[in-house]
């Protein structure tokens, strides 16, 4: 969506930079950013106990359908923890995460704004099986709703990335509220459910953001620890590896954004880039 405010040469510009960097400022250090609740000792409370989430799966046909993508299977996650380890407000102010406390070997893929609407990468993500969390921006994706469906049939969420996409530092409380609320309503309308976590576009976030989530029921602010570009990932701390529980920051792009790699192709390289590390992908809300 962001092609829609820029010129081209721009946009192929900020596909390097990933959502992070937008024209509207500078972006905050994550790591400066407070994680208030993403206490590993933590209760969750009533969320545990219902079906258990869904990883990459490891049986024979699924091993044929990677190959087809030209990928090994990934191992199989660990079965998710019975507490879940980021504590989730209660309509206060919401915690903000860039990362999941946890020892295993798991990293949380999460594809944000909806601009690209390939009808490959649905048939991709139902033959790998591989979790993600979907972070939808109405403006990107209002006029085809639709397309992002089957994925959540598939087991994938849907998470709030705000109505049109503004930096969210640069507006008062009520215009952040209208924002977050406003695509909650959105996004419950379109897909029978309303989402528990939001990202500010950008990164982009203040206390006023915290507050406005709490209140439009929105339960943890996700930021992220890696940015995929096309073939590689930005990574923010200085020795560019995974760690456990990292959560990491996709696009839904095509060949315009992306110098020519389709959506799918981009996928592939980020699963290699997890598995060359020897990582494996869990399911978001399984930890949070
Ligand atoms: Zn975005």
Known sequence: MRKRYVGAALAAALVMTGCSVGLQGPVDPVGAAPTPSASASAPAGAADGKAP???PDTAPDTAAAYRK???KPFAAPPAPPKTKPVRTGGGGPVPVISDIPTKDKVVFITIDDGAEKDPKFVEMMRELKIPVTMFLTDSAIRTDYGYFKPLQQLGNGVANHTLTHPNLRTLG???QER???GQQT???KEYGTTPRLMRPPFGNWNEDTRAAAGRCGVEAIVLWRESMQITNMQ???GDKKLHPGDIILAHFRGPSELKGTT????????LRRIQEQGFTVARLEDYV
């Open 263 to 270: 959506m799918t192709e981009m996928t592939v390289n980020m």
């Open 173 to 175: 409380a009520a215009a």
């Open 53 to 55: 989430g869904k990883g």
């Open 186 to 188: 959105r996004l419950a």
């Open 235 to 237: 990574y923010q701390r």
């Open 69 to 71: 993508w030209g990928l």
């Open 179 to 181: 924002e977050i609320c």
